[in-house]
């Protein structure tokens, strides 16, 4: 099997390294091709406007100058063209991507980019608890439960143009209660912060954060984790709300 790694908290993250030894208990056929520097947020951007820049770390380790979704398609449109990977694994990303923030992850956002090109395509994410830690976060949930999870999804029959998004709970574990298959939740209220301060040489800037409520609805992705589950939610790239289509159609009805 031949695996492609990529992530959006940049190519030197300790999540990468952990993401590489869940790979490992399935191919010695790794690829690790992720951005130059951390891209948290970007979503699933593109670079249009500039050149790309890619630099070879050593075998089958490469970056690239852009985002999560410029390091798949450099990996699939060109460093891999010849033979395209069977799986992609994005992550293990530095926090939760549950609920809409999916629609921000850059780590999501590149197992998108693989679905839609065709390939199997997992983002895992490790939950933590508590603020500033920078890169000492632990990642013992994802070291310890990261290949059984993915073991138990290429068991699974793969359902074509859809991702998996798994969150790991911010427990030990030995207290993770196990694995659980969640729908996308949607916090109550959604709030960004905004923090200003002026730089050495006077000039303002500010800070965007995310602060969510505590209210977490019940059985989603959001619930799972809170509940000390790691959560596997399956997603897919159809916007469309159904349930608005008919009304849409009769104020605009064909001619």
Known sequence: MRILLTNDDGIHAPGLVVLENIARAFSDDIWIVAPMEEQSGAGHSLTLARPLRLRQHGEKHYSVSGTPTDAVMMAIGHLMRDQRPDLILSGVNRGANLGEDVTYSGTVSAAMEGAISGVRSIALSQVYAQEGLGDA????????????????????????????????????????????????????????????????????????????????????????????????????????????????EQAFPQG
Do not use: C
């Open 137 to 248: 976060i632990p990642f013992e949930a994802a070291e310890q439960w990261g290949a059984r999870v993915v073991r138990a999804l290429l068991d699974h029959p793969e359902t074509a143009r859809t991702l998996i998004n798994v969150n790991f709970p911010a427990l030990p574990a030995s207290a993770v209660k196990g694995m659980k298959v969640a729908r996308q939740g949607f916090h109550d209220v959604y709030r960004t912060s905004i923090v200003g301060g002026t730089d050495p040489r006077g000039y303002d800037y500010f800070w965007f954060g995310l602060n969510h409520t505590d209210s977490v609805p019940a059985d989603t992705d959001l619930a799972a984790v809170a509940d000390g589950y790691i959560s596997i939610t399956p997603l897919h790239f159809d916007l469309t709300h159904d349930a608005s289509l008919a009304a849409l």
